[in-house]
């Protein structure tokens, strides 16, 4: 649930807006998640990254 809150309100963003945000498609994300290759928190059916891990992967730090 939204609560009319943006992305910017909050720590974290859902895998489609981090998608945005990186330029990869929502399915990447998840598959990285998935391996290990950025942290993420599942809340309900969801996950959740938080914008410091964002950061992470813009600077370069996330490996193929």
Do not use: C, P, W
């Not at 649930?1 to 720590?11: A, P």
């Not at 895998?15 to 309900?44: C, D, W």
């Amino acid at each position: 649930m939204n609560n009319g809150r943006s992305y910017e309100d909050s720590d974290y963003v859902s895998t489609s807006i981090a998608a945005q945000m990186l330029g990869f498609h929502r399915n990447t994300i998840v598959q990285r998640i998935k391996s290990g290759k950025i942290k993420a928190h599942r809340v309900e059916r969801e996950y959740r990254i938080a914008k410091s891990e964002i950061q992470r992967i813009k600077e370069g730090r996330i490996t193929d």
